[in-house]
Every structure is written in C-alpha cells, then in structure tokens.
C-alpha cells in the first residue's frame, strides 16, 4: 500500500487529517498524527490502533483520481446535437448609452472590443437559427436572446429574425428575450413585444439620482427620466405582461446602498417577475495588479438589508419590504427550502450524536 492520499492539520489543541477520498476531517491523538508524518514521508512506520480501525472503515486510502468525469459526459454528444436551450444572438455592437463603468467603453483595455458600428446581417442571424433548429429539435422551450450593445438598435432585424425563427422552429413554443437599457422602448416597440411574448431584462441601477450618474447617452445626459416614461407606458397598458419583465441593477459601491435600493419605493419597479444585481468594482492598482475595493459600509448596509429581509420571511413566511434584490434573494431561500424540506419529506428526524461530538472523532 502506498501513502495514504491525505492531508495532515495541526492546531494548538489538537490534530486532525483531512481524508481526500472520503471528504472528511478526522481528529486523532497525537501518536497517530505523527505516525503518518513519518508514512507520507516514506519512511516505515508502524501503524497503530487508531491506523488499523481506520482503514477498516475506509480511511487513509491510497487512491487517487485519475479522471474527473461530468454525471452527464456520455450524452454531451447527445445533448449538443438535439438538445440546445438557448441562441444568443449579438446583432450589433452600437449603442446609445455611454455608462461609465461599462466594459465596452474601457478603450485602455485591449482584451476588450469597444463600441463600434458593427452588425449582424440578416443572412448570418439565419444562419444560426437554422444550426440552433436543427440542435434543439428536442428541446421544450428553446430561447432566442438578442444581445449588444443595445438590441432595439437593430429593432427592425429583430423582427425579421423573430419571424424566420418561428418558420424554422415550427410546432416548437420558442422564447424570445433581449436585454435593453430602456431609452429606445418605444410604444410601437412595447407593443410588438407584448404581442411575440418577448420578455425583456432592464438595466436600471437606482433612483435618478443614481442611475444618472453612471448611465448616460452618448451626449452626456441621464437616462432615468425616459426609462420611467417608456416603462410607464407598459405597465399601464399591459400589467401582466409588467409582471413577467426583470430588472438588473449594477450596485455603484460608492453610493449609499438604502440610496440604491430606495428606488422600490417607486411603485413603478415593484411586482416585476426578476430582480438580479452585480457591482461597479472600483479598481486601484497594486504591483501592477487590480484589486477590487467595496468599502466596508457598502458592504454593512447590503448585509444589512439582507438579514431583514431573511428574518422576516424566516418568522412569518413572506418579505414585505421594498428592496426588490433582497426580496428575490429571499425566493431563492424559499426554493432551497422547499426543495430541501421536499428532499427529506418521510425521514426520520435526526439529533446530534450523544455529547455532541463530531461523527468522526477517533
């Protein structure tokens, strides 16, 4: 038998090997620590007790992964070839906003494409949906996303892209979704996306005073007063179809978080199906290397908002409160915990090992 596949941790009240193949921290005496010093050193080393009973149970293997596989490695060529979910599309790499944190306006950065007048034609767009058709052809919903810069630059491709999509993926429900910034949601635009199904994701970083900041046209003015119009529109002419749209708020560190989130107080952006959020990561050099920094304040009042949040669903079952990206981290508890709670449905509740002591103490 070769060396165990382990690794040894000492602390000043105790130690511990943590057991690679099983996945488990185990406590032994000391002796038994400094027996398996000498092991993984390759010297000979009598075993002890301890030793022997572990390796009973199936510790201090000496078995190493030789190859990482997926649960689903055998049907990838099954999956690529009629299972595809989703096609996204970048039909153009022009937009009409300048936001100041955006990757695309970093002309510094070299990795990185800038804003440019670049297209898709009509031809490649069809192209990919014929190669998406033939791959999704199993598939229940498959989606087709339009992405950029900004998608409704490009409305009219849109549209015929929609239409050819419905003639190749015909007796297939389809999804259609962009991600805008808002300034270009026309009447006649809301209206063709309320009649396809289209669902929508909204940039939209705070109240105007924030999202101003950051999110401006190409002429230097904020963007939030035209948003609240075109969205205005929607919501009162189709409140359902409202419901089904999502909102994504870049959180500016730099602002004050109850700021950013005061925004839900505007009945405007409450009762949307989708609320996510990422952050400005403000960046300082150090040896050449970019760290990012989030103050510790930001990070207190965003704690903060969450334990509310989580408390008061934890006591009574639901969230009431206005920060719509709290309230969806607060679904995704409640999934977990319905998924959970259906998981262990019919098990017989467990204690703790009497005294308390880990499961594997030797």
Known sequence: MGKPFIK???????????????NQVVRIPERTYHILEEMLSGKDAEEDETIRRLKQIGFLSDRKVCEIRHPDTDMLQDILGTKLNSLVLQITQSCNLR?????????????????????????????????????????????????????????????????????????????FTFT?????????????AYENEIYFVLSLDGPASVHDKNRKDAGGNGTYEVIQKNMSYIKERYPEYYKKLAINTVLDTGQDYKKIVSMYQNPLWSGMSGYYSSYIEEMEEMDEVKK??????????????????????????????????????????????????????????RGAPEGGKKAWEI
């Open 292 to 349: 990012t920094v989030i103050s510790d304040d930001f990070r207190k009042q965003e704690a903060y908002y969450r334990f509310l949040a989580y408390a008061e669903y934890l006591k009574t079952g639901a969230y009431t409160g206005k920060d719509a990206v709290a309230a969806q981290d607060v679904r995704e508890l409640g999934k977990l915990k319905d998924e959970t709670f259906e998981k262990h449905a019919g098990l017989p509740e």
């Open 99 to 175: 936001c100041r944190y955006c990757i695309y306006s970093e002309h510094s950065n070299p990795l990185q494409r800038s804003h440019s007048m670049k297209r898709m034609d009509l031809e490649t767009a069809k192209k990919a949906v014929d190669f998406f058709a033939v791959h999704s052809c199993e598939t229940q919903l498959p989606t087709v996303a339009f992405y950029g810069g900004e998608p409704l630059l490009e409305f009219e491709n849109i549209k015929r892209i929609i239409t050819y999509a419905k003639e190749k993926l015909c007796g297939q429900k389809i999804r």
């Open 180 to 192: 805008t910034n808002g300034a270009l949601l026309t009447p006649e635009i809301a209206d063709y």
């Open 8 to 22: 040894l941790v000492q602390s000043p009240l105790a130690y511990y090997f943590f057991d690679v193949n099983q």
